[in-house]
Every structure is written in C-alpha cells, then in structure tokens.
C-alpha cells in the first residue's frame, strides 16, 4: 500500500482545478507517474492492489485498472499474475527520467547563460501592465477605439483575401500598408519615405534590438540621451554596447557633446520630437549638426518617433529623417501608441541600403508580422478613419492634460512642480520639499496609483528626484480620484 504522503500526494493531483479537464483514470495514472519519475516509488517497489487504492480514492476499481493499464503500456509499471504490480526495473536507468542529485542541485543554480543573454536577463526587461491604472504611462485611451469599423474592415479584408491572410507574409510586410505608413509620414511628419523603404515589425521595441544587432558589434559604442527611455537602453546593453549618456537640455540633446566627443560613436540613437521623459524638442540647428556629424563619422542616427501624433501646442516639428539628404537616419514609428497596445504594429523607415540586411535579419526573428492586422490597418489608414481617430484623441488627451495640470497644482503644489508637455501621453513632475522620489513611488502604490519613478531614467546619480505621471488613457473623474488619493498618501508619509 502507498504511505500516508504518498496516498495524500495521488489525492492532491486528482483533485486539482488545472488537472480537472482530464478523465478521472487519466489523472490518478499521472499522479502515479510524478510519484515514479520523481523517485517517491524506487525501481521495484509494490503498488496498491486495485481494489483498496479504489477504496481509498473513492473511485470504481475500474479507473484504477485502467490507469495501471496505462501505466503498464507506457513501461513504468509491470503487472505479474498472482503477485500485483510494481514498479518497473528498467525506470532507474532510463536517462532524464529520474532526477540525480547533481541534478537537483543544478536546479537550483543559476543557469549558465551567454553574455548576451545574462546581460538581458540582469536587465529585467520591459514590463508592461495588462490593465493600467493611473498614473501608467505612455498608455492610450482604449475604450473610444472604434472597434465595430474596425471588425468591419477585418471582415471586408477576410472575405477579399480569403485564405491568403492564413499564410506566411512578407517579412518587409504587407504592401498596402507599406504604402499607407510611407504616405502618412511623409505628409504628416515631413520625412522621405518610400513603400519600399518601410520595414513592418512588431513594435518599436524590436526595432531598437534589431538595429542594435545589425549595425554595432559588442563593445561598440552609441550615443543615448540622457536621461533616456529604459527600453531603448536595455535593448543597446543587451546587444554588448556601450551606452554612452549625453545631457539633454531644455533644446534636446547637447549635440556639442558628441561632435567634441574624443572617441568615436557608430551611432546616436533619441527621441527628437518629443523627448522621453522630459519632452523637449530639438532645435533645428542641433538637428542639423547632428546629420552632419552622421554624414562625416558614417554613423547611424536611430531616430525614435513614439508618440509624434499628440501634440498640443502648434504644429509638431517634423521628423529628423526628412532632413538628412545623406540617409544615415533610421525613422522608428508604431501604433501601439497611437491605436491600442494590442495591435502589435510597429515599422522602421529605412535608408535603401539596410532593407535588404534588415528584412532578411527580421526572419531570423519572428519571421513575419500576421497579415489580418496589417491589412486591417491599411484599410483603416487609407479610407481616412486613423487620421480623424488620432485628431479626436488629440482633443481627449489635451483636455485630460489641463485637467491633471489644474488637480497637480490644487492638491500637490506642496510636493511637485509640474513640467507641463506640449505632447505625449504624461507629464513630468519634479519633486520639492522633504519628499524622496521613493518615498512618492511606494506612497503611491499603497494607495493604487502607479507613477515612474525620473531618477532611474538617468545616468548620472545627481539627477533630480521626480516621476512620470500618465495621462491619456484615463478620463478626469479617473484623474481627480487618482490626484486625490496621492495627495492624502504624501500628506501621511510627510507627517513629522
């Protein structure tokens, strides 16, 4: 018969919510397997006779015949006329089958990766939340996404191109939408895009890695600005780069600092439109040089344009890409920000002579991107609804911006001095007074906001305590209640 724990540990595995879709002989034959292939029965050892382990588990002697019998067939069992069943001789020696302790112990150990891949490890990656909530950034409002066109426009796609949408895509990606992403950047962002020039990928994220990996060896170096967006930094550390951090000020990033920098770059990689996190833009003349340095070093500008359609004051400047006439600039736009999240769409504008390597390196990746999406957006795009959809948000988010700036100077002038943006999804705010940076961040979370902390966004340790709160996605009564309950939790954590 089974020891008491043995019995108990069969019980346990029957009775599991995740095992409850399996026949019930099929469990009890898993659990008696777990209990083999872990060593709790050695090599030889009697099973229960049918009928008391039926008893025991409260099941007909039927089930468990028909779990030895699998048992038997799979080779972990032997059954002998007259003398029961037991466990099979040969289980011992079967390699993988059963844990030694050498192996138990690696177990615990942590696994011998390559440089690359403890680099990405160490850099706990880029997490984002499933379901945001206040102060979340760089999330968009989801819930006025007109989903029934855009479940029209899938049908209309599904029933034109049939079962084509079921096979491989292009790597470079489908050729409307292509088109209709080289037509939107060229009239709204100025740039000098071509169908044959945009490269679709899953997100802008991907592209940084990919760009990471096709132009720099490890140990090269890059320029990043600083502070700077963390995925981009993850991404260029991953790759074996050396980040180089130049200050950004109120203009951009200080492009002097590379062009009298002593040791060469291969590439500068930032957000010129609308710095993350502090939402500068960068002045033309800066611009200007840095496509001159590129031309002269041969050098890469990685141009990250994440969240160019909200812009709230004026007309957004356009692309640094449009600029350079020596097309050593890579334009990485997506629509995770400008749609919704799920969508999974981003592109790179590419100078001609990468499109080829890149393409062919993004089916060493994932392959292709899935044409239903892509010919869905296309549609979307070209009958003119992505455009009306980004003016209307445009108009939400703007909104939603003065009423955070009106609730941040009611409730929490005590504690921050908010940097109003004139873009983007969130809003930089700079703490004042006794309160720490971390001492916000936990306030915070106890009470169910969620604010990103400025501090580790930088490379240098004398960076000025502060956090990110987003905006976009969260309608004001969201907003004020959100206000409020920080206020209360930093009015408790600054008590005396």
């Not at 100025?190 to 899953?202: E, F, H, K, P, S």
């Not at 260029?236 to 050396?242: K, M, S, T, Y």
């Not at 089916?363 to 009958?383: C, I, N, V, W, Y």
């Not at 009423?403 to 941040?408: F, I, P, S, T």
Request: aromatic share 6%; glycine share 8%.
């Amino acid at each position: 018969m089974f020891k008491h724990s043995q019995l108990e540990s069969v019980k346990a595995w029957i009775a599991h919510p995740a095992h409850s879709a399996m026949p019930l002989h099929a469990r009890i034959q898993r659990a008696i397997r777990h209990l083999i292939v872990d060593g709790a029965l050695g090599r030889g050892k009697p099973l229960p006779a049918s009928r008391p382990l039926a008893k025991s588990l409260g099941v007909s002697r039927d089930t468990v015949e028909a779990a030895y019998a699998q048992l038997h067939a799979e080779g972990f069992i032997d059954r002998r006329v007259g003398s029961g069943s037991f466990v099979a001789e040969m289980t011992e020696f079967t390699p993988g089958l059963r844990l030694s302790r050498r192996d138990a112990l690696a177990r615990n150990q942590a696994p011998n990766l390559s440089k690359r891949g403890a680099a990405m490890s160490r850099s706990g990656g880029v997490r984002e939340m499933m379901i945001p909530r206040p102060f979340a950034h760089g999330v968009p409002e989801t819930r006025s996404f007109p989903l029934q066109l855009w479940e029209r426009l899938e049908r209309q796609v599904r029933k034109e191109a049939s079962a084509q949408t079921l096979f491989h895509g292009d790597p470079q990606g489908t050729e409307p939408l292509r088109r209709a992403i080289a037509d939107y950047v060229n009239l709204e962002r100025g740039a000098r895009a071509t169908a044959d020039r945009v490269l679709i990928l899953t997100s802008s994220q991907q592209a940084m890695s990919l760009c990471a990996n096709m132009l720099l060896d490890p140990g090269d170096r890059i320029f990043i600005e600083d502070p700077a967006y963390y995925g981009a930094r993850k991404a260029f550390d991953a790759a074996g780069l050396e980040c180089v951090p130049v200050r950004v000020d109120r203009q951009g990033i200080v492009v002097d600092q590379i062009i009298a920098e002593p040791h060469k770059a291969k590439a500068v990689s930032l957000t010129p439109s609308h710095q993350f996190p502090t939402g500068a833009t960068l002045a033309l003349d800066r611009r200007l040089a840095l496509i001159e340095w590129a031309s002269r070093h041969q050098a890469w500008i990685i141009e990250d344009d994440y969240d160019s359609e909200f812009h709230y004051a004026g007309k957004p400047t356009a692309c640094l890409q449009g600029l350079d006439a020596h097309d050593r600039t890579i334009y990485i736009g997506t629509f995770t920000k400008s749609l919704f999240p799920g969508l999974r769409i981003g592109y790179v504008v590419l100078p001609p002579q990468l499109v080829k390597p890149m393409t062919v390196a993004r089916t060493l990746l994932d392959g292709h991107s899935a044409p239903m999406p892509q010919l869905t957006l296309a549609r979307f795009m070209e009958g003119g609804h992505f455009g009306a959809y980004v003016r209307t948000m445009r108009a939400i988010y703007a909104e939603r911006l003065d009423v955070l700036v009106d609730l941040v100077q009611e409730h929490l002038s005590d504690f921050v001095e908010p940097r109003v943006p004139i873009g983007g999804l969130q809003m930089p705010c700079l703490l004042i007074g006794d309160l720490s940076e971390r001492m916000a961040i936990d306030a915070g979370r106890r009470v169910g906001v969620e604010l990103l902390g400025l501090t580790a966004l930088h490379a240098t340790s004398d960076a000025k305590g502060g956090f990110l709160m987003g905006f976009a996605a969260y309608t004001p009564a969201e907003i004020e209640n959100a206000v409020k309950k920080l206020a209360n939790a930093f009015l408790a954590v600054a008590k005396p």
